[in-house]
C-alpha cells in the first residue's frame, strides 16, 4: 500500500506525483523485451524528462540499472551529488574548460574527433585517473558524432592513451524519431559497417549501443542492432512510460505513466454574460457559467497555453478549459460539474474516477512532442512515491 504523508501537503497547490514503482516496472518491462545480456543505460537529461534528476537517478540504481546518460557534464554532477555511484555517459564532448571534469566526477566522456580524445587524455593524465570514453559516430544525426570514415584513428587514439579507457561505441538514429519508413534502419546498418570496422581493427569496446525507446517494439531494428553485435540500448521516454508519437499505433502502451500532475481548486466562481475567459475578446462568455480557478498556468507548463478545447478531471468528470491558461491559472467549465469547492483535486495529466488524461493526449492537442509535456516550471512541487514510501520534495 502506498503510505500517506500529509506534513507540508497544505502548502502545496500545484504539483506533480513520480512513481517509481512505475518507473522500476517500466525498467523491469524494457529489460524482458531484450535479448538476455543487454546492458540498459537510462536517459535521464533534461532533469529526468521532468520527473527530478536526483530521486530518480537514485531510484534506477536501486532498481538495477547498468548505467545512466545525462546531455552535459553539469547534470553528471548533480547524479554523483545525489549520490549515484553508478557508471554515467555525457553525451556532449567535454569543452576545453571542462576537460577535468570527467576524471575529478568519474564521469565517461563522450569523445568525436583525435583531438578531442588527446585534449581529454592530457587532462586525465595531469588528474592522475582514468577516463572511460564512448565513442560516438555520426550516422545520420548530422553533426553529432564522428564521421564514420576517420573512425578507426579516433578508437585508436583512445585505446593507445594510458589515461583512458575504451569502453564503449555508438550512434543515434535519428531515423527512429522522424515519419520516415525505415525508423532508422539504414542508420543502423551504416553503424553496422562501422563496427565491422572497428572489430577487425581490433578497436572494438564491450559497449555498442544505438537503440532507444522509440526502436524498442521494432523487430527490424532489434534484430538488426543483435546481428550487429549491439550489447546495450539507451532509453529515456519508456522509462518514463512517455509513447512517441506515432509508432506504435493502437496498440496497449507497454509502458506505464509515471507522472500525474494535479492542482487544487482555487475559487469557484461564475462568468456572466460579456467577461471574457481569457486575454482574447474570442473567448467571451456567452451565458453565466460556473468555472473552477486551477493554479495551473503557463509559467507551470507553458504547453498548457495551447491547449484550447482541453479538459481537466474535477470530482471525476471532465471540466472543459476556457479560453487560454493565465501566467498562474486557468478557468475550467463546472456546467456539467456541480457541488465542486475549493481545495478539490483537479488533475490535470493522469486518472480521476474512471476517466484519464494522458501525456500523449496533452501532447497531440498542444503540438508538442510527449517528452515536453513533463517539463513544468518551478513552481510544481514533485511528490515521489514507491511501493512503501510517499515523499514531498522539491529538488
Ligand atoms: C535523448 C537521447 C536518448 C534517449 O532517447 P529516448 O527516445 O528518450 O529513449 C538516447 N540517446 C541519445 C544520444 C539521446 O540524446
Same mark, same amino acid.
Given at each position: 500500500?502506498?503510505?500517506?504523508?500529509?506534513?507540508?501537503?497544505?502548502?502545496?497547490?500545484?504539483?506533480?506525483?513520480?512513481?517509481?514503482?512505475?518507473?522500476?516496472?517500466?525498467?523491469?518491462?524494457?529489460?524482458?523485451?531484450?535479448?538476455?545480456?543487454?546492458?540498459?543505460?537510462?536517459?535521464?537529461?533534461?532533469?529526468?524528462?521532468?520527473?527530478?534528476?536526483?530521486?530518480?537517478?537514485?531510484?534506477?540504481?536501486?532498481?538495477?540499472?547498468?548505467?545512466?546518460?545525462?546531455?552535459?557534464?553539469?547534470?553528471?554532477?548533480?547524479?554523483?551529488?545525489?549520490?549515484?555511484?553508478?557508471?554515467?555517459?555525457?553525451?556532449?564532448?567535454?569543452?576545453?574548460?571542462?576537460? +577535468?571534469?570527467?576524471?575529478?566526477?568519474?564521469?565517461?566522456?563522450?569523445?568525436?574527433?583525435?583531438?578531442?580524445?588527446? =585534449?581529454?587524455?592530457?587532462?586525465?593524465?595531469?588528474?592522475?585517473?582514468?577516463?572511460? /570514453?564512448?565513442?560516438?559516430?555520426?550516422?545520420?544525426?548530422?553533426?553529432?558524432?564522428?564521421?564514420?570514415?576517420?573512425?578507426?584513428?579516433?578508437?585508436?587514439?583512445?585505446?593507445?592513451?594510458?589515461?583512458?579507457?575504451?569502453?564503449?561505441?555508438?550512434?543515434?538514429?535519428?531515423?527512429?524519431?522522424?515519419?520516415?519508413?525505415?525508423?532508422?534502419?539504414?542508420?543502423?546498418?551504416?553503424?553496422?559497417?562501422? /563496427?565491422?570496422?572497428?572489430?577487425?581493427?581490433?578497436?572494438?569496446?564491450?559497449?555498442?549501443?544505438?537503440?532507444?525507446? %522509440?526502436?524498442?517494439?521494432?523487430?527490424?531494428?532489434?534484430?538488426?542492432?543483435?546481428?550487429?553485435? &549491439?550489447?546495450?540500448? +539507451? &532509453?529515456?521516454?519508456?522509462?518514463?512510460? #512517455?509513447?512517441?508519437?506515432?509508432?506504435?499505433?493502437?496498440?496497449?502502451?507497454?509502458?506505464?505513466?509515471?507522472?500525474?500532475?494535479?492542482?487544487?481548486?482555487?475559487?469557484?466562481?461564475?462568468?456572466?454574460?460579456?467577461?471574457?475567459?481569457?486575454?482574447?475578446?474570442?473567448?467571451?462568455? %456567452?451565458?453565466?457559467?460556473?468555472?473552477?480557478?486551477?493554479?495551473?498556468?503557463?509559467?507551470?507548463?507553458?504547453?498548457?497555453?495551447?491547449?484550447?478545447?482541453?479538459?481537466?478531471? #474535477?470530482?471525476?468528470?471532465?471540466?472543459? #478549459?476556457?479560453?487560454?491558461?493565465?501566467?498562474?491559472?486557468?478557468?475550467?467549465?463546472?456546467?456539467?460539474?456541480?457541488?465542486?469547492?475549493?481545495?478539490?483535486?483537479?488533475?490535470?495529466?493522469?486518472?480521476?474516477?474512471?476517466?484519464?488524461?494522458?501525456?500523449?493526449?496533452? =501532447?497531440?492537442?498542444?503540438?508538442?512532442?510527449?517528452?515536453?509535456?513533463?517539463?513544468?516550471? %518551478?513552481? /510544481?512541487?514533485?511528490?515521489?512515491?514507491?511501493?512503501?514510501?510517499?515523499?514531498?520534495?522539491?529538488?
Amino acid at each position: 500500500m502506498t503510505g500517506t504523508r500529509t506534513g507540508r501537503r497544505g502548502s502545496t497547490t500545484v504539483w506533480a506525483d513520480i512513481d517509481l514503482h512505475a518507473l522500476g516496472r517500466n525498467l523491469e518491462r524494457l529489460r524482458r523485451g531484450l535479448p538476455s545480456g543487454q546492458a540498459v543505460f537510462g536517459v535521464v537529461k533534461a532533469d529526468a524528462y521532468g520527473h527530478g534528476i536526483g530521486p530518480v537517478g537514485r531510484a534506477l540504481q536501486r532498481f538495477g540499472i547498468d548505467g545512466l546518460v545525462t546531455a552535459d557534464m553539469g547534470e553528471g554532477i548533480a547524479l554523483r551529488r545525489a549520490g549515484v555511484t553508478a557508471p554515467i555517459l555525457v553525451i556532449d564532448p567535454p569543452l576545453p574548460s571542462q576537460l +577535468r571534469l570527467p576524471a575529478l566526477h568519474r564521469l565517461s566522456a563522450t569523445v568525436t574527433s583525435v583531438a578531442e580524445a588527446r =585534449a581529454l587524455a592530457t587532462a586525465a593524465n595531469r588528474a592522475g585517473r582514468t577516463v572511460g /570514453v564512448h565513442v560516438r559516430v555520426d550516422t545520420g544525426f548530422g553533426g553529432f558524432g564522428a564521421p564514420g570514415p576517420g573512425l578507426t584513428d579516433v578508437l585508436a587514439a583512445v585505446s593507445t592513451a594510458p589515461a583512458l579507457r575504451l569502453e564503449g561505441l555508438y550512434t543515434h538514429l535519428s531515423g527512429a524519431y522522424g515519419p520516415y519508413e525505415d525508423g532508422g534502419l539504414g542508420e543502423l546498418e551504416r553503424f553496422g559497417e562501422t /563496427v565491422g570496422t572497428a572489430r577487425t581493427a581490433g578497436l572494438l569496446p564491450p559497449l555498442v549501443h544505438a537503440l532507444s525507446s %522509440p526502436t524498442l517494439d521494432r523487430s527490424a531494428l532489434t534484430g538488426a542492432a543483435r546481428n550487429i553485435g &549491439c550489447t546495450a540500448v +539507451r &532509453c529515456g521516454a519508456a522509462l518514463f512510460g #512517455i509513447r512517441m508519437a506515432g509508432g506504435q499505433g493502437d496498440a496497449p502502451a507497454p509502458f506505464a505513466p509515471v507522472m500525474s500532475v494535479k492542482a487544487r481548486v482555487s475559487r469557484v466562481t461564475a462568468l456572466e454574460p460579456g467577461d471574457f475567459a481569457d486575454y482574447a475578446a474570442a473567448s467571451a462568455a %456567452p451565458r453565466s457559467t460556473p468555472v473552477a480557478v486551477i493554479p495551473f498556468g503557463f509559467s507551470d507548463g507553458h504547453h498548457l497555453h495551447r491547449l484550447t478545447g482541453g479538459v481537466l478531471l #474535477i470530482r471525476g468528470r471532465p471540466a472543459p #478549459i476556457l479560453g487560454r491558461a493565465f501566467m498562474s491559472n486557468l478557468l475550467a467549465d463546472l456546467t456539467d460539474i456541480p457541488g465542486v469547492q475549493p481545495g478539490d483535486e483537479a488533475v490535470l495529466i493522469g486518472r480521476q474516477g474512471d476517466h484519464r488524461i494522458t501525456l500523449e493526449d496533452v =501532447a497531440a492537442r498542444s503540438g508538442l512532442r510527449p517528452s515536453a509535456v513533463p517539463l513544468l516550471g %518551478p513552481r /510544481v512541487a514533485r511528490r515521489y512515491r514507491s511501493n512503501t514510501v510517499e515523499e514531498d520534495r522539491r529538488e
